[in-house]
């Protein structure tokens, strides 16, 4: 059974796998009165003590079983472990009655997602995975303008994604090492299945459910034993007959000027009487509002909403812990839910291995 969430004090918050990510992801307990960080866990021993010296009234475990078996009261677990272990570390998680915060993508399989919800099942816990780009302010609104009419029937969605050579984090190769080794084992490459979720997420929060995915993913090497998985183009069709387009561009010796990825990410709903646009995400390269309106010719341009990225981390994070309180709204993202975007991203996959059309399982 999943622990009771107290009432009279903080939840208490084991962080489990401090990579890079961890820097925006740990942001939310450091200020929250309502969560507090209470052990950290990773294999990476320098990286846990130097953690260790920034957190110092946390607990240092080198592994799952140690942090699980230590007796420890917990009541969430926020894991940011390779996708390859998620279901591992997350079904030993659940199994132990704690309620989870997952990195995406979920899995690397269906199979791993039905494992991981039925452990969830079993034991009465929560399984949710992290999705920030659904609280990223421009997105939001434009969200709000699609759905109130402003530029009339949606038309089609177009998201541009250019993966830049630099000007923002310096990302540690062991920090990236699996997702290349992952591309090269079973064809998940680091751009349109890891960076690819946060896309699919997006069109799927907007349009509903996808039914069909049509994919061409292609392939650049960079260096001996490493590639990525550009240019590729995906196309869907919603159920609720809005067509999405995702392109993905390799320009690695373009500058992009970010405090987090250096990439250029756009996103664009068409209407009947116009459009509207997020120009930036989490780089800042092109210099203009970070949300636009076009309709019988004008242009409105939004200059005052929050679009730093590592806003959308905070926010993302006390969305969970709110509804863990409280409940209400639906979750962002449910187990049910990821695994619908986790299908969507697998299908797009599997159409570019066989050059032909995917139908995807609604139910």
Not at 72 to 85: A, C, K, S, W
Request: proline fraction near 5%; include cysteine.
């Amino acid at each position: 059974m999943p622990k009771p969430i107290p009432t009279d004090r903080p939840l208490r918050v084991a962080m489990v796998g401090i990579g890079k990510i961890f820097e925006l992801t740990s942001r939310t307990y450091e200020e929250s009165e309502d969560a507090e960080i209470v052990a950290l866990c990773d294999r990476d021993e320098d990286r846990l003590g130097a953690l260790g010296q920034k957190f110092p009234n946390t607990e240092l475990f080198a592994s799952i079983e140690d942090l699980l078996g230590s007796g420890l009261e917990l009541d969430m677990v926020e894991i940011g472990v390779p996708t390859p272990l998620h279901c591992d570390v997350a079904c030993q998680v659940l199994r132990a009655g704690c309620h989870v915060n997952l990195q995406k993508p979920m899995a690397t399989s269906l199979a791993e997602a039905d494992e991981m919800i039925a452990a969830a099942c079993d034991s009465g816990a929560v399984l949710r995975v992290m999705e920030p780009y659904l609280f990223f302010q421009p997105l939001e609104v434009l969200k709000e303008i699609v759905e109130s009419g402003e530029i009339g029937e949606v038309a089609g969605f177009h998201m541009k994604m250019v993966g830049t050579g630099g000007g923002g984090w310096d990302v540690p190769w062991s920090t990236m090492e699996w997702q290349f080794q992952q591309m090269e084992e079973q064809g998940l490459g680091i751009l349109v299945f890891d960076d690819g979720w946060h896309k699919f997420s997006v069109a799927r929060w907007l349009f509903g459910p996808v039914v069909e995915v049509m994919a061409w993913i292609g392939r650049t090497e960079l260096g001996p034993g490493i590639a990525v998985d550009a240019p590729s183009t995906i196309m869907w069709n919603h159920a609720s007959g809005v067509r999405g387009v995702f392109d993905l561009t390799l320009a690695p010796d373009t500058y992009m000027r970010s405090d987090y990825y250096s990439s250029d990410e756009r996103f664009e709903v068409t209407g009947t009487r116009g459009f509207v646009r997020v120009n930036h995400c989490a780089a800042f390269g092109l210099q203009q509002p970070s949300l636009e309106v076009y309709r019988d010719g004008v242009i409105r341009a939004f200059h005052n909403l929050d679009d730093d990225w590592g806003t959308c981390f905070i926010r993302q994070t006390e969305h969970y812990l709110r509804w863990l309180r409280f409940g209400g709204s639906p979750l962002l993202l449910d187990a049910e839910w990821s695994r619908e975007i986790l299908a969507f991203v697998l299908g797009a996959v599997d159409s570019s291995r066989r050059n032909v059309p995917v139908r995807l399982d609604t139910s």
